[in-house]
C-alpha cells in the first residue's frame, strides 16, 4: 500500500528565516505530488504541482518554491520566510495511471511564523 | 464566481441523524467529484469519488451528483460522534490533474 510521509509536523520560525518541508511517497513510482496550504478555517490553495523529476508548475506567484530530487521526493523551500507564509501545509500524490485525479493527503505541516 | 461554492455550515447534529452536505460548481468541465473528510489538525482523507450523475453508496455514506443542475451532495446515515470533522468537496477537470475544492462545511455530531 502507498503511504505519504511529512516532516516536520509542527514548525515555528522567525521572519525572515529560510524553510524547507520534505514529503515523500512509498509504496508507488511517478507519483503526481502537489502542494497545498490551508489557511485557518479555509480552503485549500494549490501551491505547486509536479508531473515528474524536475517538473515542477508553480500556481501561485509568491516567495516559495518546490523541487522535486528524486521521484517520490518533493521539497517546499523558502528564502525568507513572512508572516503570510503561516498556516497549514499539506502534501498530496495521485497516481500516475487509472484515476490520476484521486489525490491522497499526507498530515500535514503547521508552520508558524513569528 | 468561484469554481466551487460548498454550504458553509457548521452543521450540528444529534447522534443518529442524517448528515447532508452541499457543493455547487461552475465549470461544466469538471469530470470527476470528490469528498474528503479532515479531522482536526489532520491531513484530509479521501472518502468517496463518483464519475456520473446519480447516487454512489460506501456503507453509511452517499455521494449524488446532479450534472444538469451542477450540484453536488454527501449524505451520512446514522452519524457518529467520530463524523465529526471538515468535509471538502473537490471537483476535477477532463485532462487536469488539478482539483478545485469547496471551503468545507464542519460538522459536529453531538452524543
Known amino acids: 500500500s502507498q503511504t505519504i510521509h511529512q516532516w516536520p509536523a509542527t514548525l515555528v520560525q522567525p521572519v525572515g528565516s529560510p524553510l524547507s518541508l520534505e514529503c515523500t511517497v512509498e509504496g508507488t513510482s511517478n507519483p503526481n505530488l502537489y502542494w497545498y496550504r490551508q489557511a485557518a478555517g479555509r480552503g485549500l490553495q494549490l501551491l505547486f504541482y509536479s508531473v515528474g523529476i524536475g517538473q515542477i508548475s508553480s500556481e501561485v506567484p509568491q516567495n516559495l518554491s518546490a523541487s522535486r530530487p528524486q521521484d517520490r521526493q518533493f521539497i517546499l523551500s523558502s528564502k525568507k520566510l513572512l508572516l503570510s507564509d503561516s498556516g497549514f501545509y499539506l502534501c498530496?500524490?495521485?497516481?500516475?495511471?487509472?484515476?490520476?485525479?484521486?489525490?491522497?493527503f499526507g498530515p500535514g505541516t503547521r508552520l508558524l511564523v513569528l | 464566481q468561484k469554481e466551487v461554492e460548498q454550504d458553509p455550515g457548521p452543521l450540528s447534529v444529534p447522534e443518529g441523524a442524517i448528515v447532508s452536505l452541499n457543493c455547487t460548481y461552475s465549470n461544466s468541465a469538471f469530470q470527476y467529484f470528490m469528498w474528503y473528510r479532515q479531522y482536526s489538525r489532520k491531513g484530509p482523507e479521501l472518502l468517496m469519488y463518483t464519475y456520473s450523475s446519480g447516487n454512489k453508496e460506501d456503507g453509511r455514506f452517499t455521494a449524488q451528483v446532479d450534472k444538469s443542475s451542477k450540484y453536488i451532495s454527501l449524505f451520512i446515515r446514522d452519524s457518529q460522534p467520530s463524523d465529526s470533522a471538515t468535509y471538502l468537496c473537490?471537483?476535477?477537470?477532463?485532462?487536469?490533474?488539478?482539483?478545485?475544492f469547496g471551503a468545507g462545511t464542519t460538522v459536529t455530531v453531538r452524543a
Open positions: 498530496a500524490w495521485s497516481p500516475d495511471s487509472g484515476i490520476k485525479e484521486t489525490q491522497y
Open positions: 473537490a471537483h476535477s477537470v477532463i485532462n487536469d490533474y488539478k482539483l478545485s
